[in-house]
């Protein structure tokens, strides 16, 4: 067992480093400011073009083939480098993987991974959150095409995205679950309305809703079969509550790491409590790094994800919230000045006990899959 | 990058499991059974699992941090009622400082607080104890010596039953403190006794880790097997999600308590210290409150003397004090991180 760099991995994490002397693009924190999305997308790009993005899903799709535990390298050197956190998709990577035909997957997959097309995952709906089978989108056959009637919510990145992965039912005969399906939706089209969400810390960029009102989709760019969309959700969603699938554990080492270059520049000026607060914060990090590597050296034994993404889930949303309440510890509920970009951060933690599913339903989960206690 | 324990460590693992399964208290009852306790230490003492941090050659290890832990956590689960942690603690301590293994079987002796190893001058000061003491008729103290700490041995007392129904401990006897010959009279800098108690914290959290399967286990068999308003409690959705929260903060403990073991011997004494403080708070923190829940799913059952919650409780809180619990741990990691300015370092 070792947590320690093999020589190819110290190799990687030396080169990375290297490059970020050079390419750390400065954005402001993710999630609390919208400069941070008009610069994501270059990000993105830079990265991958730098050889530090996607780095372990196959080369056929744009990546390196290399074991998962190059994401943890990558995630250490971006947090030391207080650099922006990995885009967040390899959840929409890996459900086209695994459903998809091999057409689909070659005219999409290399465009997400190397960040020259964006996209967005049309999931909730205003009546179908946590209970998401009972999605009311509709696609009605029209020739070789399908045309989407619906209404989306909490769509981050739609306002961004030339593409929706749509859950849209297709058969109203079957049983709920079965009657879904998932395609590739251009969203540069009349019959489809983006509106931005505001969140309670004011972010504007990051969520929408869309309409789709008649909006066309190419049959060929259903992903998967048709009634294959729950089972291709049930893997978006499991891998969406994997840390390293988001690469938040970099995220949140980078959040504590400006909070410790906050308070370490000026000790006497916080009290006893804010700075127990913040220790608490720097324990739940780096568990949730800790966590991370050692779920992925589990994959090194081919042990695909499971059940356990919603213990994954609670740790990451805990660790969140921790480094939210101390954001809030020291930041004080009163910003200060022009800068609140600790309320918005502690406001935006409140958020990750809900998507990808609420920490109500990863503890149904756990309940029923891992513990094995009756069914209620 | 690889943290999967290795075939060998896996071995070790089951092996320990075999024989706390098999020679472990299952109920309460059995930790009064003399008879299964002397047969379970005699199967610890033929197995060498308590000389795991005797040197091999030189001063090197027979095995790392993390074999220690697996020992320590299988242990936990099993509640096994005998001593580990102290007397591994005196061998690390003797391979530290380049002493001799000890003649007899020996533990460390702790300020009364646990939080730390007792310093002594001529004799130990009131107070002084030694958890996990059961068989050992002497514990190791440390001597100023020059800028460092020598080893120097005191008698103990008769084990007394204490918090943790498992691992009794003594008191230092009134008397002079033996000291313990160092053929290099090297004493232990501070580096050392960093290493010492990332060792010490390392184990504690391990075997927290253990009580915290332990627990979640027996409260889970209980959820399964009680049934009220016709049905298993366990299938209520209220204590579905006391069990998932107590499994989860187990798993998020064991991710950082096996780095703590790995870090005492691969990382600089001060990182070691670090990661073991780290896994510390959040073991401790984790501990109480899993065993809390096992009593809480227990109901009336679980605040008896004869169900076996409380006896992974108690075992949790002697681990916790054991070289200080969330306090103290929080303490050193601002002071690691130099944000409490003096106020952290203690």
């Known amino acids: ?376 | 990058m690889d943290v999967r324990l290795t075939s060998e460590q896996q071995a070790l693992r089951y092996s320990v499991a075999q024989v706390v399964d098999r020679l472990g208290p299952g109920t309460v009852r059995d930790l009064d059974d003399g008879e299964r306790a002397a047969k379970l230490d005699a199967a610890v003492d033929a197995s060498g699992w308590r000389e795991l941090r005797v040197p091999l050659e030189g001063r090197a290890p027979l095995a790392s941090g993390v074999e220690t832990a697996v020992v320590a956590e299988e242990l936990g689960r099993g509640l096994a009622d005998t001593p580990f942690l102290g007397p591994t603690l005196a061998a690390e301590l003797r391979r530290l400082a380049g002493a001799p293994p000890a003649g007899t079987n020996e533990t460390v002796a702790f300020t009364g607080s646990l939080a730390a190893a007792a310093v002594v001058g001529p004799g130990a000061p009131p107070g002084t104890i030694a958890p996990d003491a059961r068989g050992a008729t002497a514990a190791l103290v440390l001597v100023p010596h020059g800028s460092g700490h020598a080893l120097a041995s005191v008698p103990l007392g008769p084990t007394r039953p204490g918090t943790d129904l498992t691992r009794p401990g003594a008191v230092v006897e009134p008397g002079p403190a033996v000291p313990v010959e160092l053929p290099d009279s090297r004493p232990l800098a501070d580096d050392d006794l960093s290493t010492w108690t990332a060792l010490g914290l390392s184990l504690d959290c391990a075997d927290l880790v253990g009580v915290m399967r332990g627990a979640v286990d027996l409260a889970v068999g209980y959820a399964c097997a009680r049934r009220q308003f016709d049905r298993p409690i366990g299938s209520f959705q209220a204590v579905q999600h006391l069990l998932a929260d107590a499994f989860v903060l187990m798993e998020g403990s064991r991710s950082v308590a096996l780095h703590a073991a790995w870090s005492v011997d691969a990382l600089e004494p001060g990182d070691a210290l670090a990661a073991a403080a780290v896994a510390k708070a959040y073991c401790a923190r984790a501990a109480r409150t899993v065993c809390e829940t096992a009593i809480q799913v227990h109901g009336g059952i679980g605040n008896t003397w004869e169900c076996l919650a409380h006896v992974f409780l108690r075992r949790a809180l002697l681990s916790t004090d054991v070289l200080g619990g969330v306090g103290t741990s929080l303490d050193r990691v601002v002071a690691h991180h130099g944000i409490g300015g003096d106020r952290g370092l203690r």
């Open chain 1, 1 to 376: 067992m070792d947590f320690g760099d093999a020589p190819e991995e110290a190799e990687f994490r030396h080169r990375l480093r290297t490059w970020l002397d050079v390419h750390n693009p400065g954005l402001p924190a993710s999630s609390t400011d919208d400069e941070y999305w008009s610069g994501q997308a270059a990000w993105h790009q830079s990265l991958y073009d730098g050889g530090f993005f996607g780095v372990t899903w196959q080369t056929s799709i744009g990546g390196q083939g290399l074991p998962s535990v190059y994401d943890v390298i990558v995630d250490d050197e971006l947090a030391a480098a207080g650099a922006p956190p990995r885009p967040s998709l390899g959840y929409l990577v890996e459900g086209i993987l695994e459903h998809a035909d091999d057409d689909v997957q070659a005219r999409f997959l290399p465009g997400i991974v190397n960040g020259r097309d964006r996209w967005c995952q049309g999931f909730s709906e205003p009546d179908a959150g946590s209970d998401l089978a009972s999605l009311r989108t509709r696609a009605d056959r029209d020739g070789d095409e399908f045309v989407i009637t619906g209404h989306k919510v909490w769509t981050s990145y739609s306002d961004d995205a030339e593409w929706c992965l749509v859950l849209a039912r297709t058969d109203h005969e079957v049983a709920r679950h079965k009657g879904i399906s998932a395609f590739a939706l251009p969203m540069r089209q009349s019959g489809v309305e983006q509106r931005p969400l505001p969140m309670i810390n004011g972010i504007t960029k990051e969520f929408g809703e869309v309409l789709f009102d008649g909006a066309r989709v190419p049959a060929a760019n259903m992903i998967g079969r048709s009634g294959e969309g729950w089972p291709l959700a049930m893997t978006i969603v499991s891998h969406e509550r994997e840390p390293h699938e988001l690469g938040y554990a970099g995220r949140y080492a980078k959040q504590v790491k400006d909070l410790v270059a906050r308070v370490s520049a000026d000790t006497g000026g916080y009290r006893a409590e804010q700075v127990r607060d913040l220790a608490w914060a720097i324990v739940e990090s780096e568990m949730l790094g800790l966590h991370v590597r050692r779920r992925l050296s589990d994959r090194l034994d081919g042990i695909v994800h499971g059940p356990e993404g919603s213990v994954d889930k609670l740790l990451m949303t805990w660790t969140e919230q921790a480094v939210g309440h101390a954001a809030l510890s020291i930041g004080g509920a009163r910003a200060t000045g022009p800068d609140d970009t600790l309320l918005k951060v502690y406001l935006y933690s409140r958020a990750q006990s809900v998507m990808g599913g609420t920490s109500q339903i990863q503890r149904n989960l756990v309940a029923s899959r891992i513990l094995g206690l009756p069914a209620s």
